[in-house]
């Protein structure tokens, strides 16, 4: 009677459960960091913070599923869950951005109604609503133009 040797390799099914615990962790924890105080998320301590903080939650939970040994894909798939961590916080962030602009809103739905009679008025209200809409590229610029300060 021969006795196989043991493979340090955990089944697929602890690799997928590992995959899909971390990044419902990464998930919830984005959404909770994206209520941070605007003041914390400011300082450039903040993403290594939740890049440690995420790091540790996979790590943790890569051993308590017992996977095996880690290894460099692991390690990839870890980093590229916190990269779209950090990116859920970001566009959360804009999202809230967004929703602080009532009137600016409020005033942009006024003129669309108003220049419906024109198309001199249809023209400039477009240019005027692209003017004043954040987008994203200056919601960004918008968030590191303290770093220059």
């Not at 959404?31 to 993403?47: D, G, M, N």
Request: proline share 6%; with cysteine; net charge positive.
């Amino acid at each position: 009677m021969t006795v196989a040797p043991k493979s340090d390799a955990a089944p697929l099914g602890s690799y997928l459960l590992w995959a899909l615990l971390t990044l419902l962790g990464l998930w919830l924890g984005s959404l909770a960091a994206a209520e941070v105080p605007a003041s914390w998320k400011r300082l450039l301590l903040f993403p290594a913070a939740c890049g440690l903080l995420g790091g540790w939650l996979a790590g943790t939970l890569w051993h308590r599923l017992q996977c095996g040994r880690p290894s460099r894909i692991h390690l990839l798939v870890t980093g590229q869950l916190l990269l779209l961590a950090l990116a859920n916080i970001t566009l959360v962030n804009y999202q809230q951005h967004l929703a602080q602009t009532p009137q600016l809103n409020q005033a942009l739905l006024m003129l669309e109604g108003i220049s419906q009679s024109s198309p001199e008025l249809q023209a400039e209200t477009q240019r005027q609503k692209a003017e004043l809409t954040p987008s994203f590229p200056k919601y960004l610029r918008y968030r590191v133009s303290h770093l220059a300060d």
